[in-house]
């Protein structure tokens, strides 16, 4: 069975390095996202609420508006049916209908219709027109109040396709009879274009609906027909009625629309403004992406950044771990060799290149010359014979010259007695050389001895046949 390849990175992975680097990695991503989010939404909730201040804003603007052009049509209905004798007798007052009727650039037409629902101001070509049908004669007949009431979008007949609304008032007798109605024709398009000076956007749309949910007419004035209804308000109006005030957002088939609505409660209606997203959720979108690219190039260039120095902390702890290892090797190593120097009995000498000793050893074997303070960084020629000394420089010479070993043998005569030693030179650098000083004055003797029995009788101690 054959063993599998066994991958050896280059430099060793340290399982809490790589732990903590993952887990710093993982918190600057999350920190990054937070930031994202945090930005994406801060930025999103300023855009919509920028939206929904001016929706506010042009609703309310809308609504005084609309409310100013409906009451000043009302208040030229009351003035109207409040003159003398207008309810027994009009016909003296027929200049006046025309008149306010003129004044009014919105204003079609003033309408007088009597109790019987028959129309007397203006007089048809033919014969009266039974108006008798129209809600807003029916709801005067029946509630007989004197309150002003607005009708839906309606055609004001056959042969007219621009639609109308109707604003009107009951009239009333001092026993509170019913004697008719005085109603103001209001044409749409032209009450329509006279609103459309606050939404000038593109994107913004004005509606104002019917509190049953039909709109009434839209700003600007644009493919209107009558009966069209907002959802928003007809699905509220069969159960609640909608508040005051109020904003949402609007589904519809173009597009989502932001919407803020005021309520004329007089009047019936609601003023709706709306902002087309498409153009918000667009910026929205660009800043989204735009945020995004920046936030992964960020969490890009911090992992980078984090793995990088991952790996140099985890070189230099490579590095450090190869020193302490290296030191330990190095101090046993040095251990040792202390350890062999001191069971070693010879002389050891450092000499530079220049011969000037620099260190020594004393083994216990080979006496001393004189004391250490007195050759210590001190040439050769200061503290050695002559002879000893030439000798040695000689070796010096050879040994960092060629880079081999040498050996020479001396003798010296100490307290009385005469030693034998060899030394051996040896390169430590190119700079510098050890000698090892070895005592062999036992040696010599022996070898001597021997030389003596060889060429002497041992009995008669005289010189035998191998002397001469």
């Known amino acids: 069975m054959s063993d599998k390849p066994v991958i050896k990175l280059p430099y060793p992975i340290h399982s809490k390095l790589l732990l903590y680097t993952f887990v710093l990695i993982g918190l600057t991503l999350l920190v990054i996202y937070q930031n994202y989010q945090s930005q994406l939404s801060a930025y999103s909730s300023q855009i919509n609420q920028q939206i929904e201040q001016r929706n506010q804003l042009l609703a309310l603007m809308q609504t005084q508006l609309l409310e100013s052009k409906l009451e000043a049509i009302d208040q030229t209905l009351k003035l109207i049916s409040s003159y003398p004798d207008f309810i027994k007798n009009s016909a003296p007052h027929t200049y006046l209908l025309e008149k306010y009727s003129q004044n009014n650039p919105e204003m079609q037409a003033l309408l007088h219709i009597n109790a019987d629902g028959l129309l007397r101001y203006p007089m048809h070509q033919r014969s009266q027109l039974d108006l008798s049908g129209r809600d807003y004669f029916k709801v005067h007949q029946n509630s007989k109040t004197d309150g002003v009431f607005t009708s839906k979008p309606m055609l004001p007949g056959r042969g007219h396709s621009e639609p109308v609304m109707v604003i009107s008032r009951g009239l009333y007798d001092s026993n509170d009879n019913f004697q008719g109605v005085i109603a103001a024709v209001i044409d749409i398009e032209t009450f329509s274009w006279a609103l459309s000076g606050i939404s000038v956007n593109a994107q913004l749309f004005s509606s104002i609906v019917h509190q049953e949910g039909e709109v009434v007419f839209r700003v600007p004035y644009r493919n209107f027909e009558v009966g069209q209804t907002l959802d928003y308000v007809k699905d509220r109006s069969d159960k609640d009625k909608l508040p005051l005030t109020g904003e949402g957002i609007y589904q519809h088939f173009s597009g989502d629309y932001q919407f ?209």
């Open 260 to 468: 803020a609505y005021q309520t004329l409660p007089k009047w019936k209606l609601h003023v709706f403004v709306g902002e087309n997203r498409a153009v918000v959720d667009e910026l929205i979108s660009n800043y989204r992406f735009a945020h995004l690219r920046n936030s992964f190039l960020t969490a890009l260039s911090l992992m980078l950044l984090i793995l990088a120095t991952a790996w140099l902390i985890g070189r230099r702890l490579d590095i450090n771990k190869q020193l302490i290892e290296s030191k330990a090797a190095l101090q046993q190593s040095y251990q040792r060799n202390q350890a062999i120097i001191k069971a070693i009995p010879d002389l050891l000498f450092t000499i530079d290149k220049n011969g000037k000793i620099i260190d020594f050893e004393h083994g216990d074997g080979v006496p001393l010359l004189m004391s250490e303070q007195d050759f210590i960084n001190k040439h050769i020629t200061e503290t050695l014979p002559d002879f000893l000394a030439q000798r040695t420089l000689l070796a010096l010479q050879k040994t960092l010259g060629s880079g081999e070993s040498d050996y020479y043998e001396y003798e010296l005569n100490l307290s009385g007695k005469q030693h034998f030693f060899m030394a051996r030179s040896s390169p430590i650098n190119e700079d510098r050389m050890l000698v090892v000083v070895i005592d062999i004055t036992e040696r010599k003797k022996s070898e001597n001895a021997l030389q003596w029995q060889a060429t002497h009788d041992s009995l008669t101690q005289l010189p035998n046949r191998g002397l001469f």
